[in-house]
């Protein structure tokens, strides 16, 4: 059951129809995440939702002003602006705007066979506290690409791009700090500090006094932040770097294993191609001419 006193002034919505929704299901590019329901209620005094056996899509409900909450086995949470939950599917729940400063969401249904990669932040509250770099704008704007492109039509086209829009609007929720980092340009941090420092420097083997004492930590210090941070030691991160590197020569370039070698500061081509194999099991002869 949903109420809602006359609509809301300027409400927008989209509902899938059923034989669109069979097409995502059959489509190898959409059936791993789709959405069917996407809207948005500005100040929807009076929004309430009673589902007794719940939605059959997750739901999720972005609050950008005002305030709401939300009931799902048996505990309620209040919602405040910059505030989200995803509803699980199949779960009861209800969900409200409150009286007094109703709330303004972005909201959508999503479902899939890799839906339950988000289970993570279901039917709990999460904040995207609006701090220095929080990229608020942007996530919205996500919102609304995939909006607008729905509006264009159902093609196949169009529905393959609105899932992968998905996945990366459903990351940004799911993944706060990761989708922050690219406003952190000018204010990075130790880790980011070093693996630029690695980036810039393929060409060498450095070895980890040189990468701590570019951040300024002692060995020991700079090897437990780092690998608690990226659960890789910094020389392994180094390593994948190397070999993220070597990869697009061998794809982009007429170079040989030799040169590629040398290029990223391996001085035996050997060892190298040890190196390489341990990290895309293919040796690098394999992986040039694997099947792309």
């Known amino acids: 059951m949903e109420l809602k006193s006359d609509g809301f002034r300027g409400e927008r ?3 899938l129809p059923q034989v669109i929704k069979e097409l995502l299901t059959q489509n190898e590019v959409t059936c791993s995440l789709y959405l069917t329901d996407i809207g948005y209620y500005p100040n929807a005094s009076g929004h309430f939702c009673a589902r007794p056996n719940g939605a059959n899509e997750n739901v999720l409900i972005y609050c950008v002003d005002g305030k709401g909450w939300f009931s799902v086995n048996n505990k309620k949470y209040k919602v405040d602006k910059n505030q989200f939950f995803i509803l699980e599917a199949n779960i009861p729940h209800e969900y409200g705007a409150n009286r007094q400063s ?3 969401i972005y909201w959508l249904h999503f479902t899939g066979e890799k839906a339950a990669i988000f289970s993570s932040v279901f039917n709990r509250v999460l904040d995207i506290a609006p701090v220095e770099g929080h990229r608020i704008q942007e996530r919205i704007s996500i919102f609304e690409e995939i909006y607008q492109n729905l ?3 159902y093609s196949q086209d169009n529905l ?5 829009c998905l996945w990366h609007l459903l990351a940004s929720f799911r993944f706060v700090q990761q989708f922050r980092v690219m406003n952190k340009v000018n204010r990075i941090n130790s880790i980011q500090q070093a693996i630029l420092f690695m980036k810039e420097n393929l060409d060498k ?3 980890l006094e040189e990468i701590a004492e570019h951040v300024h930590y002692s060995v020991s210090h700079f090897s437990l932040i780092f690998t608690k941070s990226t659960s890789y030691s910094p020389l392994e991160y180094f390593a994948q770097l190397k070999i993220q590197r070597a ?3 061998l794809d982009h370039t007429r170079l040989s294993v030799k040169s590629i070698a040398y290029e990223l500061g391996f001085n035996d081509p050997f060892y190298f191609s040890k190196v390489f194999k341990k990290y895309t099991s293919l040796s690098p002869v394999q992986y040039k001419n694997r099947e792309k």
């Not at 393959?160 to 992968?164: A, C, K, P, R, T």
């Open 151 to 153: 509006e264009l039509g």
């Open 160 to 164: 393959e791009y609105v899932s992968m």
């Open 247 to 249: 990869c697009q020569y």
């Open 102 to 104: 109703p709330w303004s």
């Open 13 to 15: 919505s989209i509902v």
């Open 205 to 207: 083997s450095l070895k």
